[in-house]
């Protein structure tokens, strides 16, 4: 579902003297679906970079990422998007919403930009935040103001709220209690089932055994001149 | 409501394509020399400072302003059509009933002395609508989209507040069911408050409807939310161009890089 081969990627810092920063090497590895993949590494060795190489905001040097049948290092932005759309799901750290609107549309979304009737996608947002422990009262609220953990669950919800065949989770465990932590782990075993190709950073372990078929590591895509 | 049309016949034909556009004002660079293709349900954003010929730019596909060189081909209901060179008359019928363009300021874009209903009515009446009931009708059905209630409908711009007037503009650009949307900074000189409602309900518009807009500002959280993608200009001319938020996580030009280090962190 996730083949990425021959993948380079360096910075260049334009008001800092034009340094070019070589980042990634030869990066190459595949998931099939149903398969998870965990990226493993030192902070800094380019697990992040590599994930948003494969959702298509980091652009690739060299290389090629298919997704399906689209190659994200060389498509073209349209493409990208409809990717995004009913493909490629991303679970980020960071959740980025228009503000002032209530977290049950916030989690509809991606749904809505489906095409998905209006009732439908809410009641299956409402049925995944519910599942997540977020309360009810809380849904017709923005989660801009919610807690770490509960724009955590937003985002989650958001990732899950449709059957994206290919998934990126980036510390999906992060800042979770122990019962929302598993109800999470639950999440990501159910997408594996129904056949979803997932690539994750997890730097709870417990949660890498558990869900990972195998481990790759970044750091042997790191360019050996770095200094 | 919404069906899934809009998506599944994402056409391989642009709606707009600008090939080579270049406008001066007599030695000085307005914009030049710029290409690009828009589809049916995209939303294009356009970032760069005062003076980097965005709203030139804009003026110049809107059909406010004659490029001096290049076409603006438009995939009209009788096929792809160059509008810089086609007769006023059928540029203005354009601009009645397939284009809308929000103005900055929304007294550019109302009529000041009509009611909130009138102004949304006269859009109608101008592409044939004649029946006052069925008229009135869709003018309330308008200013409710745009949460303005329907009480308002008597009363004239000139007692609403900025945000309802933008509002009232979007309902009036809106209402006869455009296919591309022209807007220039639409979200500018409105509390921020305000403008967070706007964009949630412009992109809830731009869902509902699969409408395609070109949108001119030099707010990068606003294009975050609303465009799918960016171009950024500078000096006239568009230094770097791509998916929204490839553009401003991993900017490639100079000046990009130093547009994005420059927002101010809330």
Not at chain 1, 179 to 203: D, Y
Not at chain 2, 206 to 217: F, H
């Amino acid at each position: 579902m996730i083949t990425i081969s021959n993948l380079s990627k360096s910075f260049t810092l334009h008001n800092q003297g034009a340094a070019v920063i070589p980042v990634m090497e030869n990066a190459a590895l595949s998931v099939a679906p149903g398969e998870c993949l965990g990226l493993v590494g030192a902070s800094g060795s380019g697990k992040s970079t590599l994930m948003r190489m494969i959702w298509g905001n980091y652009l690739a040097a060299s290389g090629s990422i298919m997704v399906g049948d689209v190659d994200v290092a060389k498509a073209a932005p349209r493409e990208i998007i409809a990717l995004r759309r009913g493909t490629l799901g991303y679970v980020s750290q960071f959740l980025r919403v228009v503000p002032r609107v209530p977290t049950v549309d916030v989690v509809a979304d991606p749904l809505l930009t489906l095409g998905v009737p209006v009732e439908e996608a809410r009641a299956r947002a409402s049925a995944l935040l519910a599942k997540l422990n977020i309360p009810e009262r809380l849904w017709a609220l923005s989660p801009t103001t919610f807690s770490g953990g509960e724009q955590q669950r937003v985002n989650i919800a958001r990732g899950f709220v449709h059957p994206y065949p290919a998934l990126l989770l980036d510390e999906p465990t992060a800042s979770l209690d122990a019962v929302n932590r598993e109800v999470v782990l639950s999440l990501i075993e159910g997408a594996k089932a129904r056949g979803a190709a997932i690539i994750g950073i997890f730097h709870d372990e417990a949660a890498r055994e558990r869900l990972c078929d195998r481990l790759v590591d970044v750091t042997g895509f790191t360019p050996r001149v770095a200094a | 409501m919404k069906d899934l049309d809009i998506w599944t016949s994402m056409k391989t034909q642009p709606l707009l394509s600008v090939q080579g556009l270049s406008k001066f004002y007599g030695a000085r660079i307005g914009c030049d020399a710029v290409s690009f293709d828009l589809y049916p349900g995209e939303v294009l954003g356009i970032v760069g400072e005062s003076g980097s010929g965005k709203s030139t730019l804009l003026s110049c596909l809107a059909g406010h302003l004659a490029p001096d060189t290049g076409k603006v081909i438009f995939d009209t209901v009788d096929g792809p059509r160059d509008t810089v060179v086609m007769g006023e008359a059928e540029r203005r019928r354009l601009a009645r009933t397939d284009w809308a363009y929000v103005h900055q300021n929304p007294r550019d874009g109302l009529r000041m002395g009509v009611s909130a209903g009138g102004n949304v009515g006269e859009r109608l009446m101008a592409v044939g609508a004649r029946h006052y009931g069925d008229i009135r009708a869709q003018a309330v059905d308008w200013l409710g989209r745009v949460e303005i209630a329907a009480d308002r409908i008597d009363d004239r711009p000139s007692a609403f507040s900025g945000g309802m007037q933008q509002r009232l503009q979007i309902a009036r650009n809106l209402v006869t069911g455009p296919r591309l949307v022209f807007m220039d900074e639409p979200t500018g000189g409105l509390d921020v408050s305000v403008q967070a409602r706007l964009l949630d309900l412009l992109r809830g518009l731009v869902r509902e409807m699969g409408l395609s807009a070109i949108i001119v500002t030099h707010d990068l959280a606003v294009v975050r939310l609303l465009a799918d993608r960016l171009m950024v200009m500078k000096g006239g001319y568009v230094v770097e161009q791509g998916l929204t938020d490839q553009v401003l996580d991993d900017p490639q030009h100079e000046y990009t890089q130093l547009l994005v280090s420059s927002v101010l962190q809330v």
